[in-house]
Nanobody, 115 residues
């Protein structure tokens, strides 16, 4: 089992910044990819960004140029630095870990961007 604990969400004004953290624990060996997803009210959960063990990153179009995903392997933690936030970024943000073919999810952290 893998446990994921997110932190760093909150309320911010449009144009502001937040940094999310996700600490992984448990059977973390062989985790292939970790990433951030988000789910806005009434919408499906969607990918925001992913990072592999070697540091390769993937961003969705909405995140490119504004968000940066990074990882600290010594702390078993990934981060999502979010800049130039927009009201449409408002959502619950979930940390994800893919281990072999099993997906693990954190409990989510709320990000609210006011206009």
């Amino acid at each position: 089992q893998v446990q994921l604990v997110e932190s760093g969400g909150g309320l911010v004004q449009s144009g502001g910044s937040l940094r999310l953290s996700c600490a992984a624990s448990g059977d973390i060996a062989s985790i292939n990819v970790m990433g951030w997803y988000r789910q806005a009210p009434g919408k499906q959960r969607e990918l925001v960004a992913r990072i592999t063990g070697s540091g390769q990153t993937i961003y969705t179009n909405s995140a490119k140029g504004r968000f940066t995903i990074s990882r600290d392997n010594a702390k078993n933690t990934i981060y999502l630095q979010m800049n130039s936030l927009k009201p449409e970024d408002t959502a619950v943000y979930y940390c994800n870990a893919l281990k072999m073919v099993q997906n693990y999810w954190g409990q989510g952290t709320q990000v609210t961007v006011s206009s």
